[in-house]
T-cell receptor, first 114, second 111 residues
Framework: DGGITQSPKYLFRKEGQNVTLSCEQNLNHDAMYWYRQDPGQGLRLIYYSQIVNDFQKGDIAEGYSVSREKKESFPLTVTSAQKNPTAFYLC?????????????FGPGTRLTVL | GEDVEQSLFLSVREGDSSVINCTYTDSSSTYLYWYKQEPGAGLQLLTYIFSNMDMKQDQRLTVLLNKKDKHLSLRIADTQTGDSAIYFCAEFYNQGGKLIFGQGTELSVKP
């Protein structure tokens, strides 16, 4: 079955620790995205990558880092510089096109900082 | 800049129609989307509309697009309790090659 997976589903972190969220897709999609979701604020774009070994900052990239060494993988690291990291994180992927951009979402990872 | 606005909450009775509204700012958007999010889950694409269309119908879903006013709506006919979820509209932002999402409208369906 083709799809996009995120792990773990729930993650707990102590203040001051870095943590990496996994995102894998087997849809052969070119583009991948990371979003952060907070209640009442919708989805905010953290980083996105349209091709392997390249990525761009989204609207709220501070305190986060990413890599895109393989087409199917786009891990997100939440660093200790992120002041308020507790949130629901969603990964998505799509074929990269000029207009149509249907994004397929993973099930999400809920990060809680203790 | 790009921006998409939605009201945050909508409550309806089971069997009634629901109308969720959205306004957007990028007049060059070619595709506009509606996504559904159930509690604790990712988003699923419900439907989309191409900008040269005024209306698109898909079973219980009707999408209306008013390009002049940059207004998009999603109508759900015969709303069921299983339709309770958060609904997001999104526009494709041509300059950035990315989707811009609204804040999401939480639909509550009461029996």
């Amino acid at each position: 079955d083709g799809g996009i997976t995120q792990s773990p589903k729930y993650l707990f972190r102590k203040e001051g620790q870095n943590v990496t969220l996994s995102c894998e897709q087997n849809l052969n999609h070119d583009a991948m995205y990371w979003y952060r979701q907070d209640p009442g604020q919708g989805l905010r774009l953290i980083y996105y990558s349209q091709i392997v070994n390249d990525f761009q900052k989204g609207d709220i990239a501070e305190g986060y880092s990413v890599s895109r060494e393989k087409k199917e993988s786009f891990p997100l690291t939440v660093t200790s510089a992120q002041k308020n990291p507790t949130a629901f994180y969603l990964c998505a992927s799509s074929m990269f096109g000029e207009n149509y951009n249907e994004q397929f979402f993973g099930p999400g990872t809920r990060l809680t900082v203790l | 800049g790009e921006d998409v606005e939605q009201s945050l909450f909508l409550s309806v009775r089971e069997g009634d129609s629901s109308v969720i509204n959205c306004t957007y700012t990028d007049s060059s958007s070619t595709y506009l989307y509606w996504y559904k999010q159930e509690p604790g889950a990712g988003l699923q694409l419900l439907t989309y509309i191409f900008s040269n269309m005024d209306m698109k119908q898909d079973q219980r879903l009707t999408v209306l697009l008013n390009k002049k006013d940059k207004h998009l709506s999603l109508r759900i006919a015969d709303t069921q309790t299983g339709d309770s979820a958060i609904y997001f509209c999104a526009e494709f932002y041509n300059q950035g090659g990315k989707l811009i999402f609204g804040q999401g409208t939480e639909l509550s369906v009461k029996p």
